[in-house]
């Protein structure tokens, strides 16, 4: 069974500048996760889906970052328009069950570079 | 507001010896408490679960105790081995499926 995967695994891109960066989370599993990482520091909530629904998105920092997850598959989360403050790493993660543990599986991440 | 805390942002501990990673909380919202695992440049792994009914977890060199009146979680691993050197993250969850994280511990154990 494929694990999470996300692409891109760098971006390297100016302020100003626009990104999507993409999550295939694990087959069947309804429940989709985005975070960030900055600086090394805390791993950020930023939102939930449950199939193509968004759950809980109180953790998106403001309007520039908008995230989809087109028939409950795949996911996107787009920058637009990308500032400095935006550099760090996403994370993408999943999980199977509604009301489960709460073990999720994670991707490797997308590292985000605005210059 | 910060409702996941762990104090300790670095720790070292002797190969063979006991490692404590602490994590405190802020609310009661929780039903599941838990610890993931981060090497550099990998995603987190999850490592080991509690539910907010239970006290004490253990799976292998690795347990879990929660204790709800102080809103406290810790993490045990007993004995520590080089491999375990990583960052180890507190996370708990809510029953609407929302995982909040700490902020982490880098843990260095020496051989």
């Known amino acids: 069974e494929a694990g999470v995967t996300q692409f891109p695994s760098h971006s390297v891109i100016e302020k100003g500048q626009t990104v999507t960066l993409r999550c295939d989370p694990i087959?069947?599993?309804?429940?989709l996760y985005w975070y960030r990482r900055v600086m090394g520091k805390e791993i950020k909530f930023l939102l939930h889906?449950?199939?193509?629904?968004?759950?809980?998105e109180s953790g998106m920092p403001n309007n520039r970052f908008l995230a989809e997850r087109t028939g409950g598959t795949y996911s996107t989360l787009k920058v637009q328009p990308a500032e400095l403050e935006d550099s760090g790493v996403y994370f993408c993660?999943?999980?199977?069950?509604?009301?489960?543990?709460?073990?999720?599986?994670f991707g490797e991440g997308s590292r985000l570079t605005v210059l | 507001d910060q409702q996941v805390k762990q104090n300790s942002p670095s720790l070292s501990v002797q190969e063979g010896r006991i490692s404590i990673l602490n994590c405190d909380y802020t609310?009661?919202?929780?039903?599941?408490f838990l610890w993931y695992k981060k090497y550099p440049a990998e995603g987190p792994t999850f490592l080991i679960s509690?539910?907010?009914?239970?006290d004490k977890n253990e799976d292998g060199r690795f347990t879990v105790f929660l204790n709800k009146s102080a809103k406290h979680l810790s993490l045990h691993i007993v004995p520590s081995q080089p491999g375990d050197s990583a960052v180890y993250f507190c996370?708990?969850?809510?029953?609407?499926?929302?995982?909040?994280f700490g902020p982490g511990t880098s843990l260095s154990v020496i051989p």
């Open positions: 993660a999943s999980s199977r069950l509604l009301g489960g543990t709460g073990e999720l599986f």
């Open positions: 087959s069947g599993h309804d429940n």
């Open positions: 889906f449950v199939k193509e629904s968004k759950q809980d």
């Open positions: 609310n009661s919202m929780f039903d599941y």
């Open positions: 509690i539910s907010s009914i239970k």
């Open positions: 996370a708990l969850k809510t029953s609407y499926d929302k995982v909040i």
